[in-house]
């Protein structure tokens, strides 16, 4: 569980090329196989991850990122839902609609959720998740969940889920962390893993869920780790609270 720089603005482009993680989701360890049963692993239609986590919501709806969707349609994409394993078990379900926030920037990566429609329901003993409200998370704990790289040398994403744990942080502290860097808006939440380690490559859109009453309160959506630095910025997901209404109002 690593980063999730690979799309983006293009000042995020250039300080990716001189950020280095060290550890991801490095740093993560395989989760207990029912930590976040609602977990949907996305892949393309030829069945290969698609580097993107999801949440499932309703039987028939998958929140993502937007940023996993882009340029997407909902016949090159699949998911796979019920399975801590990305490669086996479970269900595997069709798209019917791709439904990406129509505000979402890849420039500001702001506004990064979409909703994938399902053409079939999933199975009836796949948990939903509950969303939650952030706010409630912040200085206390949080665990993210992902497929995403475990470390900096690694090539291969890990079939099974991996979990982080992190501590949630106030938009100011956020956004001061992450001043020069990237803009910080309200539709954004962040959190601080421990030392050198942070969501990465192929966690995006996958849930960051409240310890205390397993709430999922945001869906993983950037994070850099800068060298220069020597340590890494928050990482930063989608607000969920913010888009309760949008969300209300697109699931089936
Ligand atoms: C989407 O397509 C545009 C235009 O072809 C391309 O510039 C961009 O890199 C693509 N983005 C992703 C995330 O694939
Ligand atoms: C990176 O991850 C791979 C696969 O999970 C593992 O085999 C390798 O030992 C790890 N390398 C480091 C430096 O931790
Ligand atoms: C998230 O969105 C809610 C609802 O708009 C807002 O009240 C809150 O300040 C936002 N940010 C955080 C860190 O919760």
């Known amino acids: 569980m690593l980063n999730s720089i690979t799309y983006g603005s293009s000042l995020l482009c250039l300080l990716l090329s001189i950020a280095k993680p060290i550890h991801a989701l490095d740093g993560g360890i395989e989760a207990p196989t029912n930590a976040a049963p609602y977990a949907a692993a996305l892949l393309s239609s030829d069945g290969d991850f698609h580097k993107c986590g999801g949440v499932l919501i309703t039987p028939q709806t998958i929140l993502t990122a937007a940023s996993c969707v882009q340029n997407e349609t909902s016949s090159s994409l699949k998911a796979r839902v019920g399975s801590s394993d990305r490669t086996t078990s479970g269900t595997v379900v069709n ?7 129509p505000q979402y ?14 053409r079939e329901a999933a199975p009836d003993n796949v948990p939903l998740a509950v969303i939650g409200d952030f706010s409630a998370a912040i200085g206390s704990g949080v665990t993210m969940y992902g497929w995403g790289l475990t470390n900096y040398s690694d090539t291969e994403f890990p079939k099974k889920l991996q979990q982080l744990p992190a501590v949630g942080i106030t938009a100011e502290w956020c956004a001061d962390e992450w001043k020069n860097i990237h803009a910080i808006s309200n539709r954004m939440v962040c959190d601080w893993p421990p030392t050198e380690k942070a969501a990465w490559e192929g966690d995006k859109g996958g849930p960051v869920v409240n310890v205390l009453d397993g ?3 945001g869906l993983i959506s950037f994070s850099i780790y800068d060298t220069n630095l020597k340590k890494a910025v ?8 913010y888009f309760k209404n949008w969300i209300m109002d697109n699931a089936i």
């Open 215 to 217: 709430s999922v309160v």
């Open 95 to 101: 798209l019917d609609e791709i439904i990406q926030h």
């Open 105 to 118: 920037s890849t420039k500001t990566r702001d506004y990064d959720l979409a909703l994938l429609s399902l």
């Open 234 to 241: 928050p990482d930063v997901h989608t607000n969920l609270t």
